[in-house]
T-cell receptor, first 111, second 112 residues
């Protein structure tokens, strides 16, 4: 089992709809969870981080963490074509000082 | 006022050559990282320094040698380049090893 898993997609969502991206992780002791957005040919850009169970909202983005089920998700409301990118989930595994990244989900928002 | 910068942006070189990539951050962070992103876009950590001290050294060929002259700079030297070293190399930094990381623009290395 991979340490951090994401559905590689592509995930296609119509403009204005909610895009839902999911990530599961293997280490129950994991502490910190991050979502990065990466446009083609660009560097990963941090868009959300979450440390506690529950929801965290920032503008159109909501991160959801469920430690019991070992998953973290990212919701993008009112999706825009500019949201089309690869979304990387990163997890700081329990006791580790490094982030482990998932393989990324490619999201396409269709006008 | 770039936060994390890398030079060069592109690097094309032949097999067997030695090359260096430089990274600088002006965020006042204590921890810096080197990542490699392969052709399948998988991002994997290579090294991390905290206050000039090496804290993460993943299974990387010893042809790769990081150096941190101070906590704002982290360089990566690669000896005897191989075709498989072709990738995008990203530098990142964070306040400490447990905080969120910010990435530089990347260096696309092509070995021919």
């Amino acid at each position: 089992q991979k340490e951090v898993e994401q559905n590689s997609g592509p995930l296609s969502v119509p403009e204005g709809a909610i895009a839902s991206l999911n990530c599961t992780y293997s280490d129950r002791g994991s502490q910190s969870f991050f979502w990065y957005r990466q446009y083609s040919g660009k560097s990963p850009e941090l868009i959300m981080f979450i440390y506690s169970n529950g929801d965290k909202e920032d503008g159109r983005f909501t991160a959801q963490l469920n430690k019991a089920s070992q998953y973290v998700s990212l919701l993008i409301r009112d999706s825009q074509p500019s949201d089309s990118a690869t979304y990387l989930c990163a997890v700081r595994l329990g006791g580790a000082q490094k982030l482990v990244f998932g393989q990324g989900t490619r999201l396409t928002i269709n006008p | 006022d770039t936060a994390v910068s890398q030079t060069p942006k592109y690097l094309v070189t032949q097999m067997g050559n030695d090359k260096s990539i430089k990274c600088e951050q002006n965020l006042g962070h204590d921890t810096m990282y080197w990542y490699k992103q392969d052709s399948k876009k998988f991002l994997k950590i290579m090294f991390s320094y905290n206050n000039k001290e090496l804290i993460i050294n993943e299974t990387v060929p010893n042809r790769f040698s990081p150096k941190s002259p101070d906590k704002a700079h982290l360089n990566l030297h690669i000896n005897s380049l191989e075709l498989g070293d072709s990738a995008v190399y990203f530098c990142a930094s964070s306040r400490t090893a447990t905080y969120e990381q910010y990435f530089g623009p990347g260096t696309r290395l092509t070995v021919t």
